[in-house]
């Protein structure tokens, strides 16, 4: 399921990203901005889901990492951006993205290793 989502997250971001912008408490910016935004999360949640579709069909092992990277890294942005930025501590965004890197690490570990 999570896989499916992120995959429609990402493809919102490049046909409707203003509809889905304050969704992450953003406004679409203007410009090069708004290039940046949409392209940024774009490909952060098309990766997202396709790796975990991938890991899924080719139950690979090695597709689990980069989105469990991707979340803890982004679990972690969030606590510095909120401990040295003075950001909003966003607990629920926090709690999902690892709770999510979590499954995926369990997943991983019911997938035998490759050869």
């Not at 990492?65 to 966003?90: E, F, K, Q, S």
Request: aromatic share 8%.
């Amino acid at each position: 399921m999570p896989a499916i989502l992120f995959v429609v997250m990402g493809v919102r971001w490049l046909v409707a990203p203003a509809g889905i912008a304050p969704d992450f408490g953003l406004a679409l910016a203007d410009g090069i901005g708004q290039s940046s935004q949409v392209g940024n999360m774009a490909g952060f949640f098309l990766t997202l889901g396709s790796c975990m579709l991938m890991a899924l069909i080719t139950e690979r092992r090695s597709w689990f990492y980069p989105p469990m990277m991707l979340l803890a890294i982004t679990a972690l942005g969030r606590m510095v951006a909120w401990l040295l930025h003075d950001a909003t501590l966003a607990v629920s965004q926090i709690m999902i993205e690892v709770i999510v890197a979590i499954i995926l690490l369990l997943a991983s570990r019911r997938v035998s290793q490759e050869d």
